[in-house]
């Protein structure tokens, strides 16, 4: 009798240790996942941020790109006002002119120079001994330039340079010095006579 008795509290013992283990298992697996999806959300958390991060440098990025125009002229190909992006370095901007023709002394510029909006290069012929003052002097730029710096051009009275400037009011800049035949009165033939002393 006293043996059976033994038996059972022996093998209820028995039970309850198995219990116990089977408890301490669940929890220590309970545990283990709970710190794997913290790792997992702190890791989604610093892709989230991570990409926020590049995201905002692309969008900052994409909005620094800018448009400007440059007159390019002198012993170039192809002289004319050019489409350049902002930074553009000034033997870019003279390739996009068509480069550089058989008498341009390219030493006598800043290859090397970034090119500004609005800005007017004149690439001089080997020997063409021609200082700043005098490559500007004369040039009018027909986005900033007064009714008053507009009447020093050939052909342009008061009345003309007032349609020039209202039109520049109402339509925003002159992209190339050829679309100032878009304001009323100044036709080919005019635009002939000062096509070689105005820039944008």
């Not at 198995?18 to 697996?29: E, S």
């Not at 490559?135 to 900033?144: A, D, L, M, P």
Request: glycine share 8%.
């Amino acid at each position: 009798m006293e043996y059976r008795q033994l038996y059972k509290k022996h093998k209820r013992a028995v039970q309850y240790g198995i219990c116990a283990v089977f408890l301490i298992i669940t929890g220590l697996i309970y545990l283990a996942g709970r710190k794997n999806a913290s790792v997992s959300e702190n890791t989604f958390a610093d892709n989230v941020v991570s990409s926020s991060i590049e995201d905002s440098w692309h969008m900052e990025s994409e909005s620094s790109v800018e448009d400007i125009y440059v007159y390019i002229c002198g012993h170039v190909n192809s002289p004319g006002v050019v489409k350049c992006l902002k930074g553009t370095r000034l033997y870019e901007a003279v390739a996009m002119a068509g480069g550089a023709d058989d008498l341009a002394d390219m030493s006598a510029v800043n290859l090397a120079a970034l090119v500004a909006d609005g800005e007017r290069i004149y690439i001089p012929a080997y020997g063409e001994d021609i200082s700043v003052e005098e490559q500007t002097e004369g040039i009018v730029n027909i986005n900033k330039a007064t009714e008053s710096e507009l009447m020093t051009l050939p052909g342009i009275g008061s009345s003309r340079a007032a349609d020039i400037v209202r039109y520049r009011t109402d339509n925003g800049r002159f992209q190339t010095i050829e679309d100032i035949m878009k304001v009323s009165g100044i036709k080919e033939a005019a635009f002939n006579k000062i096509k070689n002393y105005i820039c944008v």
